[in-house]
């Protein structure tokens, strides 16, 4: 894999993926990016099992496509503090070479087939809200999670656990401003 790209637009999509990394996390795959350049784009993707984030950076120049799973903290780190307005990143033997007109960076990287799938996302799934609308549903309904969670943990006998930390939308659902799928979703 080879790309040259503008830094930051790079920077822009490390900085998006970079929530979902932990600096706890026991399993040391998921410390890491996965970034596969392919056509005229350069995708990045994180994740933590539970939640994860793919950006996509567009305008790319892809010399050789391919993928690499490398350290998000020390590529990204890179990216971000560079001082050259385009960056050029190879994957070769799996490292992770950065490099520029004053710079070169070798990082060592894993099996990109090692990484955990991420699920695609598809688009017939979705509902589409405004964030105002979505804030008001949540400060409306976000209080009677606690109060239920009490409740219905002290009604428990102490070998079990519950914990109610969700709000559950289905449609279809008629709000000004919401958009829903004709199947119910979750």
């Avoid at 795959?29 to 950076?57: H, W």
């Avoid at 007109?101 to 990109?112: E, M, W």
Wanted: include cysteine; glycine fraction near 6%; aromatic fraction near 6%.
């Amino acid at each position: 894999m080879k790309i040259k790209g503008n830094k930051d637009a790079i920077k822009k999509g490390f900085h998006a993926v970079e929530s979902v990394i932990s600096g706890t996390n026991i399993n040391p795959m998921l410390q890491n990016v996965k970034i596969v350049a392919k056509g005229k784009t350069l995708e990045l993707s994180t994740t933590d099992l539970e939640v994860s984030v793919s950006y996509t950076v567009g305008s790319v120049e892809v010399i050789k496509p391919g993928k690499m799973v490398g350290p998000e903290n020390k590529i990204a780190s890179i990216v971000k503090e560079w001082s050259e307005d385009n960056i050029e990143i190879t994957e070769e033997d799996r490292k992770c070479i950065i490099e520029g007109v004053n710079s070169y960076f070798k990082i060592l990287c894993l099996d990109p087939e090692e990484f955990p799938v991420i699920p695609k996302f598809v688009k017939e799934e979705y509902i589409e809200i405004d964030k105002d609308i979505l804030i008001e549903m949540i400060k409306k309904t976000s209080f009677i999670i606690h109060f239920l969670s009490s409740s219905v943990i002290s009604m428990l006998s102490s070998d079990h656990s519950f914990t109610i930390d969700a709000i559950l939308f289905s449609g279809p659902t008629i709000l000004p401003g919401l958009i829903t799928s004709t199947t119910p979703t979750v």
